[in-house]
Every structure is written in C-alpha cells, then in structure tokens.
C-alpha cells in the first residue's frame, strides 16, 4: 500500500490513522490480534472463577424463606369502623389551636413549641374525597406541620374516617385524622423525567444504566435483604451482594469490553478495601446501628440481627455508587489518552491517567461528605444545639456514624483510583503488544512521527 502523503497526515490528526487502522488502536486488536487474545484469556481467567465463586456464595447465603414470617402492621392500616379517604384539599379554615399550645416533644422527653407564638396558624382542610362517598371531609391539619409548610387548595391528603365507630359523626372534624400526603403523580413524573433525561442525553446506554439500576434494587430486596432479616453474615452478604450489582450493572450499562472489565476488576478491588476498612471502623468506633426509631424496631422484630453488622453491611452498599463512578471514569480516561498517544510508555500513561484521578478525588471527597451531610442536615441542626463541644458532638453516637461512613467510603475510593489506572494500563498498553498497526515503521522524511500503515 503506497505510504500516506504529509497533507494526509494532517487532515488525519496527530499520529492517530483514521478508519480501521483507528479503531485497532482503540480495542487492541491488530492484524494478528495476539496481543488482545493474550489479555482477553487472561482476564477471563480472573472473571469466569470470580463470577463462579459469588454466584456459588449467593447460593449458599441465599435466605430460606423465614424471614417472611417476620411482619409489621400496616401504619396506615386500618380496623372495623375505620376508613382511608384520599382526596383534594378544597378549601382551607383556620381555627383555634386551643391545647395544641405545646405538640413538639424534645429529645430529652418534653413537649416544646407554642403555635401562636411561633405564629403557625392552625388550619382544617375541606377535602373532596375521591370516588364520591363522603360529602365532605373535615381535616384538622396538626400544628407541627403546619409550622413546617402551607397545605393549599388542591393539594392531596390522606386521612382516616373515623366516622363508621360508634357515636361517629360525618359533619365533626374530630372523626378525621390527618395521616398523610398523596404523592403518587408528582413522583411517578419525576421517575420519568429522569428516565428520559438520561435516555435522551446517553441514549441507549443511559436506558441500559437505568435498567441496571433497577436490576441493583431487585438484588438487594430479593437477596440481601432476606438474608440479613435471617440473620446472615452481614460482611459476607454485603460483599457478595454488591460483587454481583457492579458484575451486573457495568456489563449491562457499558457493555462487554476490556475497558468495562478493568473498571470492574477496579471496582471490586475497592470494595475489598473498604470491606477491610468498615470491618474495622466498625468495631473501633462501637458504631451500635441504634441511631434512629427504625433500628430499634428492626431490633425488636428480628432479634437475630446485629445492628452493628447491617451498619457494616450499609458501609459497603453506601460507596458502591462513587466508587463504581471512579473506576469507570478512570479506565476510560486511561484508554483515551493510549489512543491519543500509543507510544506513550507505561509510566507515562500511568502519570498522566493520576492527573487525572487527582482530580476525580478532590472533587469525589466533596461529592460524598456533601451528600451524607445534606442526608443528615436535621440531626446536625439538632446535635448542634447541645451544650457541648464540637469534638463531643462530632463523637456522639448521632453523629460519628456518618463520620466514619464517610471516611470510609472515601479511603476506598481514593485507593481504587490508582489500583484501577494500574490494571487499565496494563490492559491498554498489552493488547497493543505484537500489533504492527501501532508500532513505529519507516516514515516519510517530511513526518519521522508517522505510524506505518497497514
């Protein structure tokens, strides 16, 4: 094949041949393709036992089904009298708070908070139940809400009907209590506005990346859950678990490819590390897991559980995300910057893909501190107000979980980083080995930069 002209060379970019001989570059598939196959048999001889082995732990941990005798009433249920009305607020009545004067109870067991003087008004809303039935429904809004936000005209309430047990009257507000808000529609519209945003923006990718997400939810509702309601071995559960979302979801979302296979190999890497780091974070900070109501019922549902072992567990899914992030991010840049450079040597390319991944962490750390302390804004206000010092409140018990879930999960990712630009690296530069598309040939006298051409 004649050699390329110079003014071929510049319409084509800086030693990078367009076409065939660019996507070689790309995937690492020379003419031969032995340096591919050498990578490609190697990694598979890491993933198919490592797929094997969780799938066979997955197995083993899988719940036996007793946790579905484990149940909790309904908090909205109701019993013979007793109704749910849905509707829409149609109008909205003041009236006197009267001895609701003091409704908000303190954590130290009192009651605090005067309507009137913190001039929340207390409102009944007239609501228009659905389906008919009811003529009018009379809902006493309680203060404490109202001192939160407004209820308007056409907003959807919940409440019980009281009215249906002996004595009741339909026409009293005192037969309607306020339970809820209907939030069906307008979360259903957001659920879809991001599915469209990101089909619309990543397109077919970003509905496989959706699909995956939903595939994450059904592992840990149908496998981690269960097995930990049973008591199973919360690290194990939670590393199994979350091996087999990132063996689902990357592949599902990226695709089959050596890249998506770094980043993978990457990702589980770092979930080892921060397993090590949770397991023994938990353990020397005494993270108890009874942080808030929901711990102590769990605790007194299912007794068999070790809350400081679903912390643990909790730990590891809570990093899953970002760190899934940094691994993806980084092996794409790792094989960017091979097919922007091919003769760039191994530590070149391991340099300028930290350069990268030092920026990732800087704005990674923030990503996560950020979101956990928007997630606990309430608790921080409220810790805030004791009479102690910062080092006491950042100790307490309120607090020092999500101390300790961010540092965590942020070692993990920060060690991931160069764990996964390494094997990228490695990846990248051996499967350009032995492919005469990116090796150095006789060049025009013009353009001693310019790669031989097959």
């Known amino acids: 094949m004649p050699q390329p002209t110079p003014e071929d060379h510049h319409g084509h970019g800086h030693g990078l041949p367009a076409g065939p001989a660019a996507d070689e570059v790309l995937t690492g598939a020379g003419p031969d393709g032995r340096g591919h196959r050498r990578v490609v048999v190697a990694l598979t001889a890491i993933l198919v036992p490592l797929a094997v082995v969780l799938i066979g732990a997955m197995i083993a941990l899988w719940p036996s089904g007793a946790h579905r005798e484990i149940s909790l009433a309904d908090p909205y249920g109701t019993s013979q009298g007793i109704s749910m009305v849905t509707g829409t607020v149609t109008e909205v009545l003041p009236r006197d708070c009267g001895p609701e004067a003091a409704t908000l109870e303190t954590p130290g067991g009192g009651m605090v908070g005067d309507p009137e003087a913190a001039h929340v008004q207390c409102v ?55 339970v809820d808000f209907e939030r069906t529609v307008p979360v259903v519209l957001l659920a879809l506005l991001y599915a469209l945003v990101v089909v619309a923006v990543a397109r077919w990718r970003g509905l496989r990346a959706v699909v995956g997400l939903g595939l994450a939810f059904a592992v840990m509702f149908v496998f981690m859950f269960p097995a930990l309601l049973e008591g199973g071995p919360p690290l194990w559960v939670g590393l199994v678990g979350c091996g087999l979302i990132m063996l689902v979801v990357l592949y599902f979302a990226h695709g089959f490819s050596l890249r ?44 068999e559980v070790r809350l400081s072992g679903i912390v643990l567990c909790g730990l590891l899914v809570a990093g899953l995300g970002v760190l899934n992030d940094v691994t993806i991010t980084q092996a794409s840049a790792v094989w960017e910057l091979r097919a922007a450079n091919p003769r760039a040597s191994r530590r070149e390319l391991f340099a300028s893909g930290m350069r990268i991944g030092r920026d990732h962490i800087a704005s990674t750390v923030y990503t996560i501190a950020f979101a956990y302390a928007g ?24 607090l020092v979980e999500e101390i300790v879930r ?34 150095p040939a006789a060049a025009p006298a013009s353009d001693p930069h310019w790669p031989r051409v097959p």
């Open 406 to 439: 961010i540092l965590v999960g942020s070692i993990g990712l920060v060690l991931a980083i160069p764990v996964t630009t390494g094997i990228a690296v490695s990846v990248a530069t051996a499967v350009q080995a032995g492919s005469p598309a990116v090796e």
């Open 375 to 398: 997630a606990a804004l309430p608790v921080l206000m409220v810790v805030s107000l004791y009479d102690r010092s910062l080092w006491d409140t950042l100790m307490s018990g309120e």
């Open 260 to 303: 998506t296979t770094t980043a993978l190999l990457g990702t589980l890497i770092g979930l080892a590390l921060t397993a090590v780091l949770a397991l023994w974070g938990t353990d020397a900070a005494y993270l108890t897991g009874l942080g808030d109501e929901y711990s102590y019922i769990l605790a007194t549902v299912a007794p």
């Open 124 to 178: 009944d809303a007239v609501v228009d139940p659905d389906g008919g039935g009811t003529d009018r429904a009379l809902v006493p809004i309680p203060s404490s809400l109202s001192a939160s936000m407004d209820v308007a005209v056409g907003d959807r309430l919940k409440a019980l009907d009281l009215s249906g047990l002996p004595g009741g009257n339909a026409e009293g507000a005192e037969n309607f209590v306020f």
